[in-house]
Nanobody
Framework: QVQLVESGGGLVQAGGSLRLSCAAS????????MGWYRQAPGKQREWVVF???????NYADFVKGRFTISRDNAKNTVHLQMNSLKPEDTAVYYC???????????WGQGTQVTVSS
């Protein structure tokens, strides 16, 4: 089992930046990809970005050019640098890990990101 602990988040004005971090522990050898989902009030959870163990990255179109994910494999940590934030980025952001078979292995508790206009 994988445990994921998120940090970062908070309140920022539109156009500002925030940085999220997620640290994995437990059965980390089972992890291939790590990344983020988000869920806004009244909406379904949606994926934002993932990075696999080989460094391949997939961004959702709505964050391309604004968000950057990085990964430290030695520390089992991922970081999400969010720039040019918009009010529509307001959501709870969840860290997620996936096995080499694409199966979710862990979820973080979620961290709130609020962007004011």
């Amino acid at each position: 089992q994988v445990q994921l602990v998120e940090s970062g988040g908070g309140l920022v004005q539109a156009g500002g930046s925030l940085r999220l971090s997620c640290a994995a522990s437990g059965s980390t050898s089972s992890i291939d990809a790590m990344g983020w989902y988000r869920q806004a009030p009244g909406k379904q959870r949606e994926w934002v970005v993932f990075i696999n163990s080989g460094g391949r990255i997939n961004y959702a179109d709505f964050v391309k050019g604004r968000f950057t994910i990085s990964r430290d494999n030695a520390k089992n940590t991922v970081h999400l640098q969010m720039n040019s934030l918009k009010p529509e980025d307001t959501a709870v952001y969840y860290c997620n890990s996936r096995s080499y078979y694409g199966v979710a292995t862990g979820w973080g508790q979620g961290t709130q990101v609020t962007v004011s206009s």
